[in-house]
C-alpha cells in the first residue's frame, strides 16, 4: 500500500481482489484498478452508476471550498460515464469541536452544490466524533440511472484510440498549495499568481469536460473511455485508465498541458506537476478520426483539451517518450503533493 493516498495497484490485488462479496450478473462493472465507478444493469435497458469518495472537512481551506470538494470530486468520477448524477448519500462523521454555526455554514454549501448539478440527497448519517481531526469527514457515493449502451467505462479504451487531456496538470494541487500559503506565494511569485491560484480552485470540475465529450442530448460513440484526474495527476490518470482497459499506450511528454499558474506554483514547492492531484482535468480515449472534432467541440465551451498520445496494445507496455528517448511510464505510488504540503508546514511557510 502506498506510504499516503489511496491504495495502490499491488494493494488491491493483494487485499481487495476476490473478496467482493456475491457474485450477481447484473453487475457489469464491479471494483478494479483504475475504475472509479460501478455499473449494475437494471431492467429495461438502463444502469445504474455509482461511485463513492470521502468527504472533504479542511479548516484551514475554508468551509465552503471543502463542502465543493466533497461533491465535485465525486461528481467528477461519475462524469467519467459520459452522465450527471443524480442522487446523493452522504456519511457525515464530524469532529466534535465542529460547531453548530460551522456544520450549517458546510451543510449549506454541499445542498448548494448538489442543486447546481442536479443532484437530490436521499439519505445518509450524521454523526460527531470524539477525537475526529482528519480532513476526511466521512464519505459519499453518487448514483445515476441511465440508458446502459450509452454509458462510458474507464475500461473501454481501443487500440488506436487518441489519448487527450482537458485544461492543465495540477490543478488541485497548484490551488490548493496556492490557497493554504497566500503569503509565501504573494511574496514569491506575486499577487496576481495567488489571486489566479484561487480563482482556479474553482475549475477543479471536470463535470462539463464529461458531458461535452461524450453528449447529452446527442451521444458521441467515438468517446471509448475517460478517466478524471486525482491523486497520481495526469500520468497516473493516463496509466489507470490503460491499465483498466488492458492496453498499453506512448505518451508524448512535450504535448502534456501545464498551466502558467501550476508551472509557477509546482517550481516553487519542487513539484511535478505531471503527477500531482488535478481534479478538473479529463483524460478521454477517443477514436482517432474524431479526436479534432472533440477538440473543437469542447473549445466552445472555452474548455482546453490536447492530444498527448495514443493507445497501443498492451504487449506495446506504457511508455513515455520524453526528452528523445522512450521509457516505460513509471506510475507512482504516493503524489508528491503531499509531501510539499507538510514540508512548507515545517519550514514555517504561511
Not at 448548494?112 to 457515493?141: D, L, M
Not at 448514483?143 to 490543478?171: F, H, N, Q, R, Y
Request: charged share 20%; aromatic share 8%.
Amino acid at each position: 500500500m502506498a506510504e499516503l493516498g489511496k491504495i495502490n495497484h499491488e494493494g488491491y490485488q493483494n487485499l481487495l481482489a476476490g473478496r467482493l462479496g456475491a457474485l450477481r450478473p447484473e453487475v457489469r462493472q464491479g471494483p478494479d484498478f483504475g475504475v472509479d465507478v460501478s455499473i449494475t444493469a437494471l431492467p429495461g435497458g438502463l444502469a445504474m452508476a455509482a461511485t463513492s469518495d470521502p468527504l472533504s472537512l479542511i479548516p484551514s481551506l475554508g468551509l465552503q471550498e471543502s463542502a465543493w470538494l466533497s461533491v465535485h470530486l465525486m461528481a467528477n468520477d461519475m462524469a467519467t460515464t459520459g452522465f450527471a448524477p443524480q442522487y446523493g448519500q452522504f456519511v457525515l462523521n464530524l469532529p466534535d469541536t465542529l460547531s453548530n454555526e460551522d456544520f450549517s455554514t458546510y451543510w449549506g454549501f454541499i445542498d448548494r452544490y448538489c442543486k447546481e448539478i442536479g443532484v437530490a440527497i436521499t439519505g445518509g448519517h450524521t454523526g460527531f466524533v470524539p477525537g475526529q481531526n482528519s480532513t476526511f469527514a466521512g464519505g459519499g457515493t453518487l448514483i445515476t440511472i441511465a440508458p446502459e449502451s450509452e454509458m462510458v467505462c474507464a475500461t473501454g479504451a481501443k487500440e488506436g484510440d487518441v489519448i487527450l487531456v482537458t485544461k492543465s496538470c495540477a490543478l488541485t494541487a497548484t490551488a490548493i498549495l496556492g490557497m493554504s500559503f497566500p503569503e509565501t506565494i504573494k511574496n514569491k511569485l506575486g499577487k496576481e499568481i495567488y489571486e489566479s491560484a484561487c480563482a482556479q480552485f474553482y475549475q477543479t470540475s471536470s463535470l462539463k469536460d464529461g458531458l461535452i465529450a461524450a453528449g447529452q442530448s446527442e451521444k458521441f460513440p467515438e468517446i471509448t473511455a475517460m478517466h478524471d484526474v486525482t491523486e497520481g495527476g495526469v500520468l497516473g490518470a493516463i496509466y489507470e485508465m490503460l491499465t483498466a482497459s488492458g492496453k498499453g499506450g506512448r505518451i508524448e511528454n512535450d504535448l502534456i498541458p501545464v498551466g502558467e499558474i501550476a508551472s509557477q506554483i509546482s517550481t516553487l514547492f519542487d513539484l511535478d506537476p505531471r503527477y500531482c492531484v488535478g481534479a478538473g482535468a479529463m483524460v478521454i480515449s477517443c477514436n482517432s478520426e474524431k479526436s479534432d472534432e472533440l477538440i473543437s467541440r469542447l473549445a466552445k465551451a472555452n474548455i482546453a483539451c490536447a492530444a498527448v498520445g495514443t493507445v497501443k496494445s498492451a504487449e506495446s507496455g506504457i511508455m513515455l517518450s520524453e526528452k528523445e528517448s522512450v521509457s516505460p511510464l513509471i506510475y507512482q505510488e504516493t503524489d508528491p503533493y503531499w509531501a510539499a504540503y507538510f514540508n512548507a508546514l515545517k519550514q514555517g511557510w504561511k
